[in-house]
């Protein structure tokens, strides 16, 4: 198994580009989620969808759009990307429904994704 | 929302040394999670627990649900185990949105 793959992992962008971040589990995961890691701060929630057909914002989702395509692949997409967007991305995945049991979540490899 | 402290933010020791940090919350929770950054790396779980404690290996991860307060501990460390070390909370039974601390870096010198 491969666990939880992301594309690409590497990324330079100028201002007001656009990208499409792909990010795949192949663990039979309900739930997925994308976040950002910035020096000094803690990982921070963009967007999380407890299954396929939903998504649902997270504490930073201003300047990304998701999307659950199916029950393996969920894509993080800047429409226009700004500096501020410079930070390494990682995609996780879990297990159940999120609010039943806490689960264990599973992590892809990050992109880094400089803006200019 | 739950404020997530770790402490210290870094660490640095000999090889062989017992290894302890700390991570502190501030509202209930339905578990903790510890997790690992290698640098440049990827982010793997090491634990997730919501009482007592858990051991894998030469880690051990403890949860005081009373104190809001984790401990992770490294026995006979070694210069492998240098890495980032993340606490992040699941919030109590409400969905999966992980609060994470800042994490701790710790260098294992030979």
């Known amino acids: 198994n491969a666990g939880v793959t992301q594309t690409p992992k590497f990324q330079v962008l100028k201002t007001g580009q656009s990208m499409t971040l792909q990010c795949a589990q192949d663990m039979n995961h309900n739930s997925m989620y994308w976040y950002r890691q910035d020096p000094g701060m803690g990982l921070r929630l963009i967007y999380y969808s407890a299954s396929e057909g939903t998504t649902d914002k997270g504490e930073v989702p201003n300047g990304y759009n998701v999307s659950r395509l199916n029950k393996r692949e969920f894509s993080l997409r800047l429409e226009s990307a700004a500096p501020s967007q410079t930070s390494v991305y990682f995609c996780?995945?879990?297990?159940?429904?999120?609010?039943?049991?806490?689960?264990?979540?599973?992590f892809g490899p990050g992109t880094r994704l400089t803006v200019l | 929302k739950n404020e997530v402290e770790q402490s210290p933010q870094n660490l640095t020791a000999q090889e062989g040394e017992f290894i302890t940090i700390n991570c502190s919350y501030s509202?209930?929770?339905?578990?903790l999670h510890w997790l690992q950054q290698h640098p440049g790396g990827g982010i793997v779980s090491l634990f997730m627990?919501?009482?007592g404690k858990k051991k894998h290996g030469r880690l051990i991860a403890t949860i005081n649900i009373q104190e809001k307060h984790s401990s992770l501990h490294i026995t006979a460390s070694h210069p492998r185990d240098s890495a980032v070390y993340i606490c992040?909370?699941?919030?109590?039974?409400?969905?999966?949105?992980?609060?994470f601390g800042t994490g701790t870096r710790l260098t294992i010198i030979p």
């Open positions: 509202v209930g929770i339905s578990a």
């Open positions: 627990l919501s009482s």
């Open positions: 992040a909370v699941s919030p109590n039974f409400g969905n999966e949105k992980l609060t």
């Open positions: 996780a995945s879990s297990e159940a429904y999120p609010g039943l049991i806490p689960n264990e979540q599973f």
